[in-house]
């Protein structure tokens, strides 16, 4: 059965951050809160991690369209070719913040993501889980939770989400009731900004 950590976006506890972290650097599934919906991710080094997050999605690894969660741009140039002015400019002014960017990948990607061309970044305004990975020295491979129910595709409820996911993760983070709007989805990867899905971040960045 998973941990119930109970985290506040103001001020986590170092102690709370350093027991998540411990999880995720021996392939743990941790259930963590964003700017947006609650995300499920992992250390994004630990292929034991990605396969199980694998296997919850029904999904193949290689072929799975996970998100890279990031503390801040500073990891942006380990997986991603360098991107033009204009698309740095975006990232900067959109970042920390309700968006997804699919940019195109590079060569350090990890193993499993050898054959994806493009990668999706992601970095929350939100403070818990940005502590996290930075104390983690790496980012985490990603994907919302959701409901079965089509009427709530998103859980907000972090008691619910512990109910339900409590024997499948190994830690739910409560960081207080989740958005029901996921992210915006932005693809770069030609070069020219597309709007895969609108979601919370408005389309003005651009």
């Known amino acids: 059965m998973s941990e119930f950590i109970k985290l506040y976006n103001k001020n986590p506890n170092p102690k709370e951050i350093e027991r998540v972290v411990r999880v995720l650097q021996k392939g743990g599934l941790v259930i963590y809160p964003t700017d947006t919906v609650y995300g499920l991710g992992c250390d994004i080094t630990k292929t034991r991690g990605l396969e199980r ?26 997986y991603v ?17 309700p968006y997804t960017f699919i940019l195109p990948g590079n060569n ?3 193993k499993v993501f050898k054959k994806k061309k493009t990668v999706g970044i992601r970095v929350p305004d939100n403070t818990i889980i ?7 020295g790496n980012p985490i491979v990603s994907t919302s939770i959701y409901d079965e129910d089509e009427i709530v595709e998103y859980t907000t409820d972090p ?3 512990f109910e339900k996911w409590q024997n499948i993760v190994d830690i739910v983070i ?9 992210s915006t989805v932005i693809d770069f990867s030609s070069g020219e900004p597309e709007i895969i899905r609108e979601g919370k971040g408005s389309i003005d960045i651009l």
């Open 81 to 97: 070719q360098q991107i033009d002015s204009y698309t740095f400019k975006v990232l900067k002014r959109a970042l920390p913040g």
């Open 159 to 161: 008691e619910l989400i």
């Open 174 to 182: 409560d960081g207080g009731y989740g958005d029901n709007v996921a």
């Open 108 to 110: 350090n990607l990890p």
């Open 53 to 78: 997050i694998a296997k919850i999605k029904g999904v193949k690894l290689e072929k799975a369209n996970f998100s890279f969660v990031c503390n801040d741009l500073s990891h942006l140039s380990d």
């Open 130 to 136: 940005r502590t996290i990975i930075e104390a983690l």
